[in-house]
């Protein structure tokens, strides 16, 4: 069955180094998103794509970055993880237009010490 | 600016009753509405969705209301049973095609 896959499930990591969370969705779907969910707020988007090579800023894209090389992955990487970026990370696709629903990964959960 | 909030951060009902679960939301140009479920520990499933030319909308077991008037979406589920205990967010599509979520309510549902 198609599915979307996120990995690692479970992250800690140190305060300045560099981490990706890879999103792999076998649904032939044109569109993925990365979220992260805290306390208090709704899923707050974070970069998304349409396509092979399109990439797009969200709400909270600051300190975050994405690439698209291929239309299963989009791998979402830290530059310099920071403490305010432990987060559950979510990934999600969607196919067509824009009202599509978003079918959503099991999250990574990170740790930034 | 637009916001997507829940009544209440909590409900439990017994196990058997229906569920009422509301959602507001604030931009009158929104036409898209999604209703998520999630568990502990896992991503947001999808539950029904509904678009503003329709005020109702029904799955199995689960019911979205749409009333444009006052800019307010609720999810009704029937009989609820304990393997509804989760976490029911709304999402809501903007005038920039991005979804907003609410913050969500915790359902428990009482043996």
């Known amino acids: 069955d198609a599915e979307i896959t996120q990995s690692p499930r479970h992250k800690i990591t140190e305060t300045g180094r560099q981490v990706t969370l890879a999103c792999h969705q076998t649904?032939?779907?044109?569109?993925m998103f990365w979220y992260r969910q805290d306390l208090g707020h709704g899923l707050r988007l974070i970069h998304y794509s349409y396509g092979v090579q399109d990439t797009n800023k969200g709400e909270v894209s600051d300190g975050y970055s994405v690439s698209r090389s291929n239309t299963e992955d989009l791998p979402l990487t830290l530059e310099s993880a920071a403490s305010s970026q432990t987060s559950v990370y979510f990934c999600?696709?969607?196919?067509?237009?824009?009202?599509?629903?978003?079918?959503f990964g099991p999250g990574t959960r990170l740790l930034v010490l | 600016g637009e916001s997507v909030g829940l009544h209440l951060p909590t409900l439990s009902v017994q196990e058997g009753d229906n569920s009422i679960i509301n959602c507001a939301y604030s931009?009158?140009?929104?036409?898209?509405f999604i209703w998520y479920k999630q568990e502990s520990g896992k991503g947001p499933q999808f539950i029904i969705d509904?678009?503003?030319?329709?005020d109702k909308r029904q799955g199995q077991r689960v019911t979205v209301l749409l009333n444009k008037t006052v800019k307010h979406l609720s999810l009704q589920i029937a009989a609820t049973q304990p393997g509804d205990s989760a976490v029911y967010f709304c999402a809501e599509l903007n005038t920039g095609n991005q979804f907003y979520f609410g913050t969500g309510t915790s359902l428990t549902v009482i043996p």
């Open positions: 931009n009158s140009a929104s036409d898209y």
């Open positions: 509904i678009r503003s030319n329709m």
């Open positions: 649904w032939n779907h044109n569109n």
């Open positions: 999600a696709s969607s196919d067509g237009g824009y009202q599509e629903t978003q079918y």
